[in-house]
């Protein structure tokens, strides 16, 4: 984060908000533009990133469409619900990965996600001393204006003085590893479905790169990155795209089945709003329908083994333990400082 402010972007913001404001019409020539223009410049060594999820699944119809032989890869986290597994492991050309470390190791040795990718990040160098990483916890980190950085978090510093660590290595573990694992191998470059909507660092990753970061590092494609959620559900309907069971039906705000040629009713799903790994909490504290009551109602064996369990280990911290992960008390932890109901999960 702090070398990113002092590079410079390759848009602006005001550039971005024009893009997710135009029709969907419009936006799905654009999308097609840039797989296009991805394929072709990899000479069509591309793969598509596949969670299962309704994002996902919109991007991998909108490909193949154009490009039926693409292969996808669905790396199995084992955090999954197990509907979107079922649902991902069904499409033909679908390579499925498994990591090296689990969700359980992944916590006792790094810490628990939670709050936000970037926030946990500043809070896991600023517990080891880290001088940037301070500043922003401290809130006297600068922009390149010299002005304070809004991505300061001072309000998570009393974070510090809790009996567990936050981290924000997980997705890069236990999801991404893999499919680096697979590029190296392959020598095929990847293409999500990650949307600037979704938070602010991706905000920040399609103002520095664009939807196709060819001269990134670690190259990727994310050609959805100007849609919005209402985009993918109308694309959904409009198309008729089986979705994962988990969500339910597409529908509108009057919970009247939305079906093709809904123009431009608020849509939502009747079952989950979102999928991805069941037991992060990344972004938990900003439902306004908690990801977990949810869970509670659906998947009670899973949400115990997420809430239950865990313990003090020889340094004191809270980890998980062979009962579960011990989320609860990392919840209840957070709720004495940020206020009853900040995380909603009982």
């Not at 986290?77 to 509907?83: A, C, I, V």
């Not at 919970?255 to 431009?264: D, F, K």
């Not at 989320?327 to 940020?338: I, S």
Request: hydrophobic residues 35%; neutral net charge; contains cysteine.
């Amino acid at each position: 984060m702090a070398k990113r402010e002092k590079q410079e972007a390759k848009h602006e913001i005001w550039e971005l908000r024009q893009m997710q404001s135009l029709p969907l019409d419009i936006k799905v020539k654009m999308t097609q533009r840039r797989i296009r223009e991805w394929y072709d410049y990899w000479g069509g060594e591309v793969y598509v990133s596949f969670s299962g999820g309704k994002d996902s699944t919109v991007l991998l119809h909108l490909v193949r469409d154009m490009f039926p032989d693409v292969p996808a890869i669905f790396v199995n986290t084992g955090l999954e619900y197990f509907e979107i597994q079922k649902f991902a492991k069904s499409f033909e050309n679908v390579k499925v990965l498994n990591p090296k470390m689990s969700f359980n190791e992944v916590i006792r040795q790094f810490g628990y996600p939670v709050l936000g990718k970037a926030i946990c990040h500043k809070l896991e160098y600023a517990r080891k001393g880290a001088g940037w990483a301070l500043k922003f916890v401290n809130g006297e980190a600068l922009d390149e204006h010299g002005k304070r950085s809004r991505f300061n978090i001072q309000k998570y510093k009393p974070i510090l003085d809790m009996d567990f660590k936050v981290s924000s290595v997980c997705c890069d573990i236990i999801k991404k590893a893999p499919a680096h694992d697979y590029e190296a191998e392959t020598g095929r470059k990847r293409m999500t479905a990650q949307m600037a909507c979704e938070s602010d660092m991706r905000t920040q990753q399609w103002l520095f790169n664009g939807c196709n970061g060819f001269d990134m590092k670690s190259p990727v494609s994310n050609p959805l990155s100007f849609w919005t959620e209402q985009d993918i559900l109308h694309y959904i309907v409009q198309n008729n795209i089986a979705l994962a069971s988990v969500y339910g039906e597409v529908e509108n705000e009057s919970s009247q089945l939305c079906l093709e040629g809904c123009g431009q009713d608020k849509l939502r799903t009747t079952g989950c709003e979102r999928t991805g790994c069941i037991f992060c909490g990344f972004g938990c504290h900003l439902e306004k329908e908690s990801r977990f009551v949810l869970l509670k109602q659906t998947h009670p064996k899973q949400y115990e083994h997420c809430i239950g369990g865990g313990e003090y280990d020889t340094d004191g911290l809270w980890k998980p333990n062979k009962d579960g992960l011990g989320m609860g008390h990392v919840f209840d932890e957070l709720n004495k400082v940020y206020g009853d109901g900040f995380i909603k999960y009982k």
